[in-house]
C-alpha cells in the first residue's frame, strides 16, 4: 500500500487513496450535480430540495406529506420544513383529506404549477449541459452501472438491518 502511495501507478483501485477510488469520485459527482442543480434553481428561488418536492405535488398530487417524502427520499420533518417554506410563497396548500380528516394533502397552486413549468425548463437545459461530450451508450452503460451499484447498496443496507435488528431474549438464560 505504500507503494501505490508513493507513485501514480496504482494497479488496483482498492490500492488507490480514497480520494482516487470510484466511490469516492461518485460521491463528489454527486455532490457537484447537486450544486449545479442549486446554482441554476436559485434563479427562480429554490434549491434542489424544494423543487423536486413542489414538482412530485404538481405531478402527482394532491397527496400527504408522508407519501411525497418517502418518494422523494427525504425525512418527514425535511419535507416539512420544505412544505411550510412552499406554503407561505403561496406554491402549496394543505387541504384536508375527506377520507382521514386527521391527515392534510398537499395540492399545488396555480403559481406553483407555473413555477413547476420554470423546474422543468432549468431541469432540460441543466441535463443537456451535464450530458454534453457524452454519447447516448456512454449514458446508457452509465445507467445500468449505477442500477448495478444501487442493487448492491441495497443488499448491503437490508443486510445491515437484519444484522442490528432487536433480538428476542436469549433461551441459554
Known sequence: MAKARASNNVTHELDA???Q?????????????????????EAIGLNLSEACLLAYVVENGPLTQTQAAERLGMGRATAGTIVDKLSAESLLVRLPDPDDRRVWLLSATPGGVELADRISDVDHVLRADLRAGLSRAERQQLATTLVALQSNLQRVIESHARDT??????LDG
Open 17 to 19: 487513496p480514497p480520494w
Open 165 to 170: 435488528e432487536p433480538r428476542g431474549p436469549s
Open 21 to 41: 477510488r470510484f466511490e469516492s469520485t461518485l460521491m463528489a459527482t454527486s455532490r457537484s450535480i447537486r450544486r449545479a442543480y442549486d446554482v441554476r434553481l
